[in-house]
T-cell receptor, first 115, second 116 residues
Framework: AQKITQTQPGMFVQEKEAVTLDCTYD???????LFWYKQPSSGEMIFLIY??????QNATEGRYSLNFQKARKSANLVISASQLGDSAMYFC????????????FGSGTKLNVKP | DTAVSQTPKYLVTQMGNDKSIKCEQN?????MYWYKQDSKKFLKIMFS???????INETVPNRFSPKSPDKAHLNLHINSLELGDSAVYFC???????????????FGAGTRLSVL
């Protein structure tokens, strides 16, 4: 079974609007971490935001927030007030505490921000 | 001052050659990784080292050999390159494993390997 599923291969959003990128995960470990990374066309992988499985509140980092729904095993990334520079691939990833050396990555979502 | 740096950024070579990619991190992290990103952008872990000790070795052909001379460096040597090795290779590092699930990985800029 896939550990991380991103069902949206591509998304479009109008500049200044908010967008949600979906991520669902599969684990039986009670302690795990969820991460989002951005990969612009230049190729580097940029860490955006982290959510721990025991965190009571949804993580936020500037315009990025994580909509964490534990019972549904979803960790969607919300980008508010989209900017042209947000156009990139976005990857959801998970780390399980019992196997904390391994990151599982989703297949990514390509976000295009339209002017 | 780049946190995780890998060289070269681009590598074009002929089938059958041997090549190396170097990675260095100045974050003081204990753990380093190599990932392969294929043409469909799928990221797959290849190796992980913690304090110079190999802790993850995924099903990677033994033509790939990582070397960690110290905990700040993790190099990847590839023998007898094949067409299917063409990909982007990422180095990453993360803090001590004691941090548990919140062990953020920081990536280098990637090395685009093209085997002709």
């Amino acid at each position: 079974a896939q550990k991380i599923t991103q069902t949206q291969p591509g998304m479009f959003v109008q500049e200044k609007e908010a967008v949600t990128l979906d991520c669902t995960y599969d684990t039986s470990d009670p302690s795990y971490g969820l991460f989002w990374y951005k990969q612009p066309s230049s190729g580097e992988m940029i860490f955006l935001i982290y959510q721990g499985s025991y965190d009571q509140q949804n993580a936020t980092e500037g315009r990025y927030s994580l909509n964490f729904q534990k019972a549904r095993k979803s960790a969607n990334l919300v980008i508010s007030a989209s900017q042209l520079g947000d156009s990139a691939m976005y990857f959801c990833a998970m780390r399980e505490e019992y196997n904390f050396n391994k990151f599982y990555f989703g297949s990514g979502t390509k976000l295009n921000v339209k002017p | 001052d780049t946190a995780v740096s890998q060289t070269p950024k681009y590598l074009v070579t002929q089938m059958g050659n041997d090549k190396s990619i170097k990675c260095e991190q100045n974050l003081g992290h204990d753990t380093m990784y190599w990932y392969k990103q294929d043409s469909k952008k799928f990221l797959k872990i290849m190796f992980s080292y913690n304090n110079k000790e190999l802790i993850i070795n995924e099903t990677v052909p033994n033509r790939f050999s990582p070397k960690s001379p110290d905990k700040a460096h993790l190099n990847l040597h590839i023998n007898s390159l094949e067409l299917g090795d063409s990909a982007v290779y990422f180095c990453a590092s993360s803090p001590s494993l004691d941090t548990g699930a919140k062990n953020i990985q920081y990536f280098g800029a990637g090395t685009r390997l093209s085997v002709l």
